[in-house]
Nanobody, 123 residues
Framework: QVQLVESGGGLVQAGGSLRLSCAAS????????MGWFRQAPGKEREFVAG????????GYTDSVKGRFTISRDNAKNTVYLQMNSLRPEDTAAYYC????????????????WGQGTQVTVSS
């Protein structure tokens, strides 16, 4: 059974930083694409960032390019999202995702989802 457990969310002031982590279990982690989506209240879930199996390829939605960095540690079965220069519009529940193909844009369709971690950015 695949499990994805997110951590690292919280409340931060605008301009601050947070690092999200997602620990995966139940699969050979290095065989799967990974990434992050987010969903703000009243809005649809949107793609944020994705990373290939080896970590050599990444993709980001335009609004976070230059501010967010996705990375993974296959030895620890963990994917990270470093979020800098946070803005109030980044406030959302952030979901870890695993599987699927080409995790580089909003067309990515993961197979598994985590439960989410809340990020709140105050102005």
């Amino acid at each position: 059974q695949v499990q994805l457990v997110e951590s690292g969310g919280g409340l931060v002031q605008a301009g601050g930083s947070l690092r999200l982590s997602c620990a995966a279990s139940g699969r050979t982690f290095s065989s799967d694409n990974m990434g992050w989506f987010r969903q703000a209240p009243g809005k649809e879930r949107e793609f944020v960032a994705g990373i290939s199996r080896s970590g050599g390829l990444t993709g980001y939605t335009d609004s976070v390019k230059g501010r967010f960095t996705i990375s993974r540690d296959n030895a620890k079965n963990t994917v990270y999202l470093q979020m800098n220069s946070l803005r109030p519009e980044d406030t959302a529940a952030y979901y870890c995702a695993l599987g699927g193909r080409a995790p580089y844009s909003s067309s990515w369709a993961p197979d598994y989802w985590g439960q989410g971690t809340q990020v709140t950015v105050s102005s």
